[in-house]
């Protein structure tokens, strides 16, 4: 379990936006599990994996499919047929080298190459330091650009929070959206609702 982040298998692996995952999610809906006594009852409208909860979209042309999502990892896809071009919001659990000591300790730890295929060339990145939940985290860009099947240059550009998790020192939270295409089919509403996914995302117990 050394990283379960090159996870950007939603950037160029898995990210042709079409690769599936063969495990059903823990959703909020779909927990049998009554909660004892200290517990908060479910929320239906958040879907919970192990480690964290993201909020189901609201949004006309975003989906949960069950055959995309894993147990450690969650995945809400834009509707290609839609505006927009191409989106998704992809959340995992990141392991870090060890627990940071300060928050720009923990900015040190969250380097580009656990956010992003190694295949991926010239990428600039760009993070910012900041606090979610009163938790250490880091919000960053990460653009690149690459060959369509057209012979013309898209972009892929990624913007992202990797959180502390408040429950294990050792682990992060990564949450992005990710988005390609050429810079005009780049839909700023989209780009809009898909940051709001990524903010709703929250740690839980593993």
Known sequence: MRRLLPFLFVLVAAVNFTGCATTAPKTAAAKT????PNEPPPNPGRIVYRGFSLARPSEAGWQVKLEEQSPTRGVIRHDPT???GIAIVAAT???LERAPQSQADFTRLVRPDLLSDPALKNAVYTPKPTLVAGQWAVEYELTTKYAQRDGTSGTLRNRGLVIRHPLN???????????RGAPAETDKKIAEEGWRLVESAQPEAQ
């Open 33 to 36: 599990k009554k909660p004892g």
């Open 82 to 84: 839609k505006t927009g």
């Open 93 to 95: 659990l990141q392991l």
């Open 169 to 179: 020192t050792t682990t992060a939270l990564h949450v992005l959206l990710s988005q």
